[in-house]
């Protein structure tokens, strides 16, 4: 289960992705992470090959982090806690929350979270809607 503000998250279409936090209960650790609610897909339509949208694994998704990977598997799915820190509505926004929450928590320098690497390319044009008034984005 994914929490979202508290209560379980339930997918809709007005969302591309989120931004994530996992929780080993057990010895502490962290990972964060971005994860899309669909994916690509291709059907067959009137003998032509049409690319579509489909809902991604993100309802039993663990991360990608091998070591976390083994971590969920050595101490059991029911010792991690997935959080649901930002809802994206795009590809772009996505990529940018996720590497700006792995900078803002130092969590490739901290030993106390699973991430080893961020890579991001983000550009102003697919983030756009987050600009505001030559403000901040927070």
């Given amino acids: 289960m994914w929490l979202y503000e508290g209560s379980e998250f339930e997918n809709s279409d007005e969302w591309y992705g989120f931004i994530y936090l996992i929780e080993n209960l057990k010895n502490g650790r962290k990972y964060i992470g971005r994860k899309y609610l669909t994916k690509a897909a291709y059907k067959t339509v009137k003998s032509k090959r049409k690319k579509i949208r489909k809902e991604s694994d993100w309802s039993t998704y663990y ?76």
């Fill in 63 to 138: 991360g990608s982090s091998p070591s976390l990977l083994a971590d969920v598997e050595l101490y059991g799915k029911e010792n991690f806690k997935r959080t649901i820190l930002r809802l994206c509505k795009s590809r772009g926004e996505c990529n940018y929350f996720e590497a700006k929450e792995i900078f803002e928590t130092d969590a490739v320098l901290d030993g106390n979270y699973y991430n080893q690497w961020v890579s991001a390319k983000v550009q102003a044009s697919h983030v756009k809607s987050l600009h505001f008034n030559n403000q901040e984005i927070s």
